[in-house]
């Protein structure tokens, strides 16, 4: 018997659900959001990580001058990491029954960033950083969207965040390292 506010289940009616629906894999019952709704947003989320890889690439082979080693290096980390991102993104799909779209027809009208190439390296860091700052928005915002609705969700997407922020202070302290000045007020 449980108390008032304590947790309690009906393991039996547990054993029994989990017998059922076995196509559904780890979609169970209590799933506590939309799941096509969830799948789009995912698909939107795997658009923005695929234009975020190629503009990285791109930087890694494209960018020259005195100082770019270190800063392709960077890029280069960066591209990695990205496709990392899309990979778990992707895998998450699959686990909630849906199809991850790599179409590369429908990428850059779901994707949130932009493929900018910029003139020279500074314009690459400068697009890079502007590129994570728009992914750090967009995925606080799927975060509070995911909630308790979908806790794995929004546990895969903080881990992806932690790491876009990452990103956006790399890319801050390259761009202030090769224009010379703080670009932030403390």
Known sequence: MSTPGSFASDIGEIRKRAREHLEQGALTPNYGG???TAISLLND???TEIVCVLRYRFHAIAAAGIASDAVKDEFEEHAD??????LW????INQLGGK???NPAGVSARSATEYVE???LVDMIRENLIAERIVIETYRDLIR???DKDPTTRSLLEKVLAQEEDHANDMHDLLVAHEGWPMLDH
């Not at 993104?89 to 998450?92: G, L, P, Q």
């Open 34 to 36: 939309d799941v096509e």
């Open 45 to 47: 989320a795997v658009a």
């Open 81 to 86: 990491e990205e496709e990392r991102h899309l």
């Open 89 to 92: 993104i992707a895998e998450r």
């Open 100 to 102: 991850p779209d790599l």
């Open 118 to 120: 910029g003139e020279n």
């Open 145 to 147: 969207y995911f909630a």
